[in-house]
């Protein structure tokens, strides 16, 4: 009698801490409204986000855009295709951004027009322009306009660009000798 | 009784019943062990405040890899130091787990150790929740329950639990009911009646206890804001514009009246020579000519008013009062011009030829 009782004693309190599993649960599933329906284990990946860029697809992660780079005169102007790729497991938006380092400051970099299009290269050597729609721009005596988004870019597709360097005619004499290092941002961010 | 009772178990044990009860043994440990893990785990998060945290990206790694379970304790965002990790929420509403970079002003600057830059946005917090430790892997194994069969299951088996433990009436309670008469037998049924409402109530408490605190315990999912980038960059540098070089003087083959300035056209040029510009100096008085890129000489005339030095030397009065003095230096700068405006430096001679009076009747200019 005793033992039965004790027995039976012995399964309440294990059906009743088997209840904690809800508590547990419950905690977890919670999960679910985070994550907007999907479950959790879903939406875990195992995600790297990278992108490449340089003359055609790839993934190199720095490229030196191949336009002459000494002797440059008012009115010369380059321009190169650039590819961005998304070597990224998963699809990722991006921005494209720029920036300029000038030796001596306020100089060479600030003069010049830099221009990313969604055209092509056209006209050779040093009087080369891009055609179709500007995406980012710097105007001459200014600051690169604002980081430009680009939407989602597919795992392992790529988008074409086209980039021109210019300095204009009426970039002061004194610019003479004074050297920029021009830079553009591909920065893919996903999660924030 | 016990006596008679192992008789009667030993009756009943046959093959298929034994595996029943094994069974039954196993899901009620099992369902105790993991119940009491919950909950004592659910228990230390609410007691200490902790906040568990689940690595839904692996921008943290290789240190914490994605699916890892992180606990996490809050403290205030001011007493961060670089290095610390913590975890943020961002104005988009999504948890970011990142080290720290820089903690000033109260705005957190924070860096994914697997990413190549700091988060773009800085974080404007009172509050984070420092990461005490992470474990790989569990964090997968608890989204893992997370899904609904899952949980459909564990509360079938907890109800069944429940009902086995509190509810059914088991063999010896028929045993009892069949061999026990009066009020043994009467007392017997208040008991499991009594039984029975103890496991229905315990149960609705349960659930009404378990569901807030499952809320309140909620383990959070961070995600390690990803940043990948890549640069093209180029390094541009302005020409110097190469000057002319060379320069020199001619006299005529007769006569005293002119000069021939000459220069070499500049090599080695990033974009075609525009024009020369010349410059004549005499006693102060400038005056600035163009020559064509295709000409690299220019000659200075005493006669032709209109020409360069000629103009110059109107400036100037009656020469021969000018020249009373003794003679004059004629200097002379030439400097390129190129296509697009700039210019070379100038290459310049302050007395390439002289102007002096001959025979107090007349002047002249003789190359230096």
């Given at each position: 009698m005793k033992r039965t009782q004790s027995a039976r004693r012995s399964m309440q309190i294990k059906a009743m801490l088997s209840l904690g599993m809800l508590v547990g649960l419950g905690a977890v599933s919670t999960l679910a409204s985070w994550t907007g329906g999907a479950t959790a284990t879903a939406h875990i990946t195992a995600a790297t986000v990278s992108l490449g860029i340089g003359g055609?697809?790839?993934?190199?992660?720095?490229?030196?855009?191949?336009?002459?780079?000494?002797?440059?005169?008012?009115?010369m102007s380059q321009a190169q295709k650039l590819v961005v790729t998304n070597t990224s497991t998963v699809a990722v938006p991006y921005s494209i951004s720029g920036s300029f380092t000038d030796v001596p400051a306020a100089g060479l970099g600030l003069a010049m027009t830099l221009l990313v299009s969604d055209g092509a290269v056209q006209g050779t050597t040093s009087n080369a322009t891009c055609s179709g729609a500007q995406i980012l721009k710097k105007d001459a005596m200014a600051a690169f306009t604002a980081p430009v988004n680009r939407g989602s870019l597919a795992a392992g597709a790529s988008d074409t660009f086209c980039v021109q360097y210019q300095l204009p005619?009426?970039?002061?004499?004194?610019?003479?000798g004074a050297t920029t290092s021009m830079t553009l941002t591909f920065t893919a961010t996903v999660g924030s | 009784m016990r006596h008679v009772n192992r008789h009667a178990r030993i009756g009943r044990a046959k093959a298929s019943t034994a595996l029943g009860d094994r069974l039954t043994r196993w899901a009620f440990n099992g369902g105790a062990i993991l119940g009491s893990v919950c909950l004592v785990f659910v228990a230390l998060t609410l007691i200490f405040g902790l906040k568990p945290l689940i690595f839904t990206?692996?921008?943290?790694?290789?240190?914490i890899p994605t699916g890892s379970l992180a606990l996490a304790v809050p403290m205030p965002a001011a007493d961060t130091v670089p290095g610390q990790v913590v975890s943020v929420v961002n104005t988009q509403g999504s948890r970011i787990t990142h080290r720290v970079v820089t903690a000033a002003d109260g705005a957190l600057v924070l860096k994914g150790d697997?990413?190549?830059?700091?988060?773009?946005e800085p974080y404007t917090v009172d509050s984070v929740d420092k990461v005490l430790f992470s474990v790989p892997g569990l964090g997968f194994v608890i989204s893992w329950f997370s899904q609904p069969w899952v949980a459909f299951l564990a509360g079938l088996l907890c109800a069944l639990l429940i009902v086995k433990a509190f509810i059914l009436r088991d063999s010896e309670d028929r045993g009892r009911d069949g061999s026990q008469d009066g009020p043994g037998r009467h007392r017997h049924r208040k008991e499991q009646r009594a039984r029975q409402w103890l496991g229905t109530g315990a149960l609705v408490t349960a659930i009404a206890l378990a569901v807030p605190l499952g809320v309140a315990g909620t383990i959070h999912p961070t995600q390690a804001a990803f940043e990948g980038k890549a640069v093209a960059s180029a390094t541009l540098a302005a020409a110097v514009m190469p000057a002319p070089s060379g320069l020199g003087c001619q006299d005529p083959a007769?006569?005293?009246?002119s000069v021939t300035v000459n220069w070499v056209a500049p090599s080695n040029v990033p974009v075609a020579v525009d024009h020369y510009k010349i410059t004549v100096t005499v006693g102060g008085k400038t005056s600035v000519g163009t020559v064509p890129a295709s000409a690299t000489s220019q000659i200075l005339s005493l006669?032709?008013?209109?020409?360069l030095l000629g103009g110059l030397l109107a400036l100037l009065g009656n020469l021969l009062d000018f020249l009373l003095t003794g003679p004059k230096s004629v200097g002379v700068s030439v400097v390129a011009v190129y296509s697009g405006g700039w210019e070379s430096t100038a290459i310049s001679n302050s007395s390439l030829a002289e102007i002096s009076s001959y025979a107090l009747v007349s002047t002249r200019i003789l190359c230096n």
């Open positions: 055609t697809a790839g993934g190199a992660t720095t490229y030196t855009v191949p336009i002459t780079g000494s002797n440059w005169y008012p009115g005619l009426g970039a002061a004499n004194t610019l003479q | 990206s692996g921008s943290m790694s290789p240190g697997a990413n190549a830059l700091a988060d773009l007769s006569g005293n009246k006669t032709d008013a209109q020409g």
